[in-house]
């Protein structure tokens, strides 16, 4: 299999010379330095409409596209953009899976910037520091997200770090999520009374109901699959087709072989995909999994001599469900002999030999607050308060968040609402078990970082779980699936100084409060652990009227 895949060496190099050239020439960079450009970009967010279930509705636009427009950067690429909000509604934009390390000031939550009011601007300046891999960015703001303003971010490696596989023959991107044709203001109410999301309308693959893709026969594709969407996971196939996975959000993997793979909320993935069968049209299909019923958006593989549609079937989802998706979440593993961003392997990093530092136990829960329905972390669901956290910190504002509001245990009692801050330590090496034991299953994302997703397991979590993690070649990444009724443990060297999001990638539940802020902290301040405050940072609340 492996020489089916493998593609001419020579003729990679120029695919990717001409990309580089091609994006250079389209973005107009402006080369600071040969090691680290940057690139400049201008976004205007408005308002648009878009028929896409068959029924106009009002969604949100970056420039006129929906989704919004790919940024395409390599490794140690500073990004500055200008982003201007032309909504009746205030407005940000966070980058999924970007570390922004050491400077959690451009993370863009509402835990560590002010939103951008009504036709305002804000410009955001970040390093795609020591990364490769496949991102989304999506608006962090209220509802925003179900009504777009979404789009993908793609790390491509530096000429000098090598990749474990051939550069394949073309690169195609594939925003994948659920969707609603009820406006993101009217979904905002429905929560705001108390009432859960309701199941979605659709799956759209890149905003449409119908998309092609088109390839030679005999060559390699990537694929970059990312669930944008609210609320549900899918599972994702090609007819005919086996994929390679190689990359799962930044860590290259042990490269299995696959015919269908679950994508949960906020995680992305990357396969490779050989187009060896013979020359017609064939099905990509996205189906919502764990879901009595189940939706599926399909899409087009288009061999470029085919002149035959696509016949037959879909391709079959799986038959099972948790237990057959847990044991394949269990085969995506680390390649240890492959560097990633840097030089030096993956597998020279022995983070199973660390001794933890501290072990942090987060339950979810639906609870019921004054009447309403919430959700809870460790029976505190948090609220967002007019002054980010982040600046409270920054400038000493009293009565903003306090840091022994939220236990790093369950505690049992009931359930109350704070704007909830957990301290850490910069340095610190940290076991973090996400318990869940709800009929549901969890999606859970932390800004900032990535982590070792070590272990799963069905039913609640004790010391003696211990004896089942993988502490050789568990990969990194940012969001991880939580089984219901059951738990997923990670590690996580706190390397990143900040104020850091740990949320539910399920939005709706986000909203409800399922959410709180890891406060990485040393108490010596030196530009050596972050950057300081930007000079046009937005100032809001008890900031306003403080000087950076």
């Given amino acids: 299999m492996d020489s089916e895949i493998r593609v001419n060496k020579d003729m990679g190099k120029a695919v990717m010379l001409q990309w580089v050239i091609g994006v250079l020439a389209l973005l107009g960079v402006s080369q600071v330095d040969a090691e680290d450009p940057y690139f400049y970009y201008t976004w205007a967010v408005t308002y648009g409409s878009r028929s896409i279930l068959g029924v106009p509705q009002q969604v949100i636009l970056i420039n006129?596209?929906?989704?919004?427009?790919?940024?395409?950067?390599?490794?140690?690429?500073?990004?500055?953009?200008?982003?201007?909000?032309?909504?009746?509604?205030?407005?940000?934009?966070?980058?999924?899976?970007?570390?922004?390390?050491?400077?959690?000031?451009?993370?863009?939550?509402?835990?560590?910037?002010c939103p951008i009011p009504p036709n305002s601007n804000y410009t955001y300046k970040f390093?795609?520091?020591?990364?490769?891999?496949?991102?989304?960015?999506?608006?962090?703001?209220?509802?925003?997200?179900?009504?777009?303003?979404?789009?993908?971010?793609?790390?491509?490696?530096?000429?000098?770090?090598?990749?474990?596989?051939?550069?394949?023959?073309?690169?195609?991107?594939?925003?994948?999520?659920?969707?609603?044709?009820?406006?993101?203001k009217t979904l905002q109410q429905s929560l705001d009374s108390g009432k859960p999301l309701p199941f979605p309308d659709g799956v759209l693959i890149n905003g449409q109901?119908?998309?092609?893709?088109?390839?030679?026969?005999?060559?390699?594709?990537?694929?970059?699959?990312?669930?944008?969407?609210l609320s549900t996971s899918f599972n994702f196939r090609i007819q005919g087709h086996t994929m390679k996975l190689v990359e799962v959000e930044g860590s290259h993997v042990v490269q299995n072989l696959y015919d269908s793979l679950d994508v949960h909320v906020g995680q992305s993935l990357a396969v490779l995909v050989t187009l060896n069968q013979p020359p017609k049209d064939y099905y990509i299909a996205a189906s919502t999994r764990f879901s009595r019923t189940v939706l599926t958006a399909t899409a087009m593989l288009h061999y470029a001599n085919?002149?035959?549609?696509?016949?037959?079937?879909?391709?079959?989802?799986?038959?099972?469900?948790?237990?057959?998706?847990?044991?394949?979440?269990?085969?995506?593993?680390?390649?240890?002999?492959?560097?990633?961003?840097?030089?030096?392997?993956?597998?020279?990093?022995?983070?199973?030999?660390?001794?933890?530092?501290?072990?942090?136990?987060?339950?979810?829960?639906?609870?019921?607050?004054?009447?309403?329905?919430?959700?809870?972390?460790?029976?505190?669901?948090?609220?967002?308060?007019d002054t980010p956290p982040k600046l409270a910190d920054y400038f000493n504002i009293p009565g903003v968040f306090t840091m022994d509001s939220i236990q790093g245990l369950?505690?049992?009692?009931?359930?109350?609402?704070?704007?909830?801050?957990?301290?850490?330590?910069?340095?610190?090496?940290?076991?973090?078990?996400?318990?869940?034991?709800e009929n549901t299953l969890q999606s859970w994302h932390l800004d900032g970082y990535d982590f070792w997703v070590v272990g799963f397991g069905s039913g609640r979590w004790n010391p003696h779980k211990r004896k089942t993690y993988n502490?050789?070649?568990?990969?990194?990444r940012h969001t991880t699936q939580v089984y219901p009724n059951s738990w997923t443990a990670v590690l996580i060297s706190m390397d990143n100084q900040g104020m850091w999001n740990l949320r539910s990638a399920a939005w709706g539940r986000q909203y409800l409060g399922q959410q709180f802020y890891l406060r990485v902290f040393d108490p010596v301040r030196s530009l050596t652990n972050e950057y300081g405050i930007p000079s046009n940072?937005?100032?809001?609340?008890?900031?306003?009227?403080?000087?950076?």
Avoid at 164 to 175: A, E, I, K, Q, S
Avoid at 210 to 229: A, D, L, P, W
Avoid at 310 to 319: D, E, I, M, Q, T
Avoid at 364 to 383: D, E, H, P, Q, W
């Fill in 64 to 113: 006129d596209q929906f989704p919004g427009p790919k940024l395409e950067v390599v490794t140690n690429n500073n990004i500055v953009l200008n982003l201007i909000n032309k909504l009746d509604q205030p407005f940000l934009l966070t980058w999924n899976g970007i570390k922004q390390r050491k400077n959690s000031w451009q993370d863009g939550v509402l835990g560590t910037n």
């Fill in 306 to 385: 085919s002149q035959t549609p696509v016949s037959g079937p879909l391709p079959a989802a799986p038959a099972f469900q948790f237990h057959w998706s847990m044991q394949q979440a269990r085969t995506y593993r680390w390649n240890l002999t492959s560097n990633a961003a840097r030089p030096n392997p993956q597998g020279s990093f022995h983070y199973g030999k660390i001794t933890t530092t501290k072990t942090i136990v987060l339950a979810n829960s639906a609870s019921f607050i004054n009447g309403k329905l919430r959700y809870t972390v460790n029976g505190v669901s948090y609220v967002n308060s």
């Fill in 127 to 184: 390093q795609a520091k020591d990364q490769i891999g496949s991102y989304t960015y999506f608006p962090s703001t209220l509802l925003h997200k179900a009504a777009g303003g979404f789009g993908a971010l793609n790390i491509y490696h530096r000429s000098v770090i090598p990749i474990p596989y051939g550069y394949p023959d073309g690169d195609f991107t594939l925003l994948i999520g659920d969707w609603y044709k009820t406006s993101h």
């Fill in 537 to 548: 940072v937005l100032l809001c609340g008890k900031a306003v009227g403080f000087h950076p």
């Fill in 410 to 437: 369950p505690s049992g009692g009931a359930a109350t609402v704070a704007t909830s801050v957990m301290p850490a330590s910069l340095h610190d090496f940290l076991e973090v078990v996400f318990q869940d034991n």
């Fill in 209 to 229: 109901t119908q998309s092609t893709f088109s390839g030679e026969q005999g060559k390699t594709y990537m694929f970059r699959i990312s669930n944008v969407g």
């Fill in 471 to 476: 502490l050789v070649d568990a990969l990194t």
